[in-house]
């Protein structure tokens, strides 16, 4: 069973992403959901920190934002990300 909030894939989630055919930009979702007591303050930070290391291996961010409203099912996110990495190693490689 895969945990849904997972921080890290597993071996074989690596396996089978890497088995993808398909060569150029990937697009990483990033859904959040924050712990109360500052948890959304310290992603932001991190959020400042991590850039100099997008910059080294061709990544950007292409949207961050708040979600407002969950128009199908129940969701229930603090934040939302989309992060553009240049090729499937670039990703695995901030792994």
Known sequence: MIEINAMSPTPKQIQAYLAIEHDG???????LKFKPGGAATEYRKYGVEV?????????????SGQPE????????WDA????????????????
């Open 25 to 31: 930009p990937v697009v990483m979702l990033n859904l």
């Open 51 to 63: 850039q100099e290391l997008f910059s080294k291996i061709g990544a950007r961010v292409i949207f």
């Open 69 to 76: 409203v969950c128009l199908i099912g129940n969701a229930d």
């Open 80 to 95: 939302v990300t989309l992060v553009e990495y240049p090729n499937k190693m670039a990703r695995i490689n901030m792994v």
